[in-house]
């Protein structure tokens, strides 16, 4: 059996500055995002024991969900060239397999994942939103045959397992932890895995009225919440003043941050700060979730409507 294996261990990066200091906080950023290259941070930890599954079980496929610059497809992509596992991306939007070799010249995520052996496999985002149920699973099986399956965003039991793991015992000293939400399956591992004395806060990066109820049912623990003031719109959705804020952060820190997930949860952080959120001493652990080979798609966006990203 072959497992993942890390670049590179993940490290704590404090940040300072005059807000910080005025409103006597800690800011300490757990950089989950450098643990590998292509499958980066929270996509690392949910893909991992998924992976030890399949190949106990037999399988040589996996099967998985995701939009067109989803991290998950990447990650997945990235892991099964890398541990010799035939990957397979059931993707939303039939209209991005028309024409193939274009979608590809557009899309860096679908680019990449091509690159990395994946078989795309596009449906309609009405057919997209059968992906649990049985049937559509069922057809699934009938036209790829055996195949291990993971869910979309990588979010089950193995995947919170992983996803516990991101926190260690030299975190203990902090009082609140927060990551970035889209599935779920990282903020039940940090509940999981936190101390009694700390708050898991969670950042959704899009509108939802199913997260609480993803999430526990994975957790026992009631110190946590959602956070649900800062997706921006919904889910993908930039502004200016996000992109400002994520260069501004790049240029204070060197801290990259992505559009989708760790830019708004860094932004809602840094607003909640300044509103007095946090009791003053309050250290806090922001979990970088990587994400970062997803700016390249959102730029191409953000450059039709003059605005630009850099990291």
């Not at 930890?45 to 969900?65: P, S």
Request: aromatic residues 10%.
């Amino acid at each position: 059996m072959i497992v993942l294996i890390p670049q590179q261990q993940p490290y704590n990066q404090q940040l300072n500055d005059c807000l910080l200091r005025k409103k006597g906080i800690t800011l300490v950023v757990k950089r989950e995002d450098v643990i590998h290259e292509n499958v980066s941070g929270n996509k690392f930890r949910k893909l991992y024991y998924n992976v030890i599954e399949a190949q106990n079980k037999g399988y040589d496929t996996i099967l998985t969900f995701g939009g067109a610059f989803s991290n998950h497809i990447a990650a997945t992509a990235a892991a099964g060239k890398e541990l010799g596992i035939k990957t397979i991306g059931v993707i939303r939007g039939d209209e991005l397999g028309e024409n193939l070799s274009q979608t590809l010249r557009q899309n860096p995520t679908l680019k990449f994942a091509v690159s990395q052996g994946m078989r795309l496999h596009f449906v309609s985002r009405k057919a997209y939103r059968q992906k649990t149920e049985p049937e559509f699973i069922s057809n699934l099986f009938q036209l790829f045959g055996k195949f291990y399956l993971v869910p979309e965003g990588g979010t089950n039991e193995l995947a919170v397992k992983g996803t516990g793991e991101i926190l260690t015992p030299g975190d203990e000293e902090f009082d609140y932890i927060t990551c970035a939400v889209g599935t779920g399956g990282t903020i039940a591992g940090l509940i999981n895995s936190a101390k009694p004395h700390q708050k898991v806060l969670g950042f959704p990066a899009l509108k939802e009225n199913f997260l609480h109820n993803n999430i526990a049912k994975y957790v026992k623990a009631t110190g946590w919440e959602l956070i649900r003031d800062y997706h921006f719109g919904g889910f993908a959705k930039i502004d200016k003043k996000l992109v400002d804020f994520i260069n501004m952060t790049y240029s204070l820190h060197n801290l990259p941050l992505d559009p989708v997930y760790t830019g708004k949860m860094f932004y809602g952080i840094i607003d909640l700060i300044k509103r007095d959120y946090f009791p003053k001493g309050s250290k806090i652990l922001a979990i970088h979730t990587g994400g970062l080979q997803g700016i390249e798609g959102m730029n191409l966006r953000l450059a039709k409507k003059g605005l630009h990203l850099t990291i």
